[in-house]
Nanobody
Framework: QVKLVESGGGLVQPGESLRLSCAASGSIRGYAMGWYLQAPGKQREWVGT?????????FYADSVKGRFTISRDDAKNEVHLYMNNLKPEDTAVYYCAARSSIFGSSSPTAYDSWGQGTQVTVSS
């Protein structure tokens, strides 16, 4: 299993953008990578998943589709979450997750490794 560390969270105003990064301790080749968020008092919620390269397309939760983009750099063992037009309801701790499969999944139980999370706060 790889260890994951997220970074890039912070406080932004509505409408602004933020890029989160997830650094893996080892190779992410062969792993599908996911992003989740957890708002205070709520369950962890799927944001999106990027499969291994050439396997399929990235897919996103409806709540972030068109605003968030996930990319991966297997050479650097990194995954990024680009968040545009942020809204107050996007405020949450964001987690990166790795699944030892080339195929993505929206189910959190499909993932083997999780990062510690990074806080994103959207407020004016």
């Amino acid at each position: 299993q790889v260890k994951l560390v997220e970074s890039g969270g912070g406080l932004v105003q509505p409408g602004e953008s933020l890029r989160l990064s997830c650094a893996a301790s080892g190779s992410i080749r062969g792993y599908a990578m996911g992003w989740y968020l957890q708002a205070p008092g709520k369950q962890r919620e799927w944001v999106g998943t990027i499969p291994s390269p050439y396997v399929g397309t990235v897919f996103y939760a409806d709540s972030v589709k068109g605003r968030f983009t996930i990319s991966r750099d297997d050479a650097k063992n990194e995954v990024h979450l680009y968040m545009n037009n942020l809204k107050p309801e996007d405020t949450a701790v964001y987690y990166c997750a790795a699944r030892s499969s080339i195929f993505g999944s929206s189910s959190p139980t499909a993932y083997d490794s999780w990062g510690q999370g990074t806080q994103v706060t959207v407020s004016s």
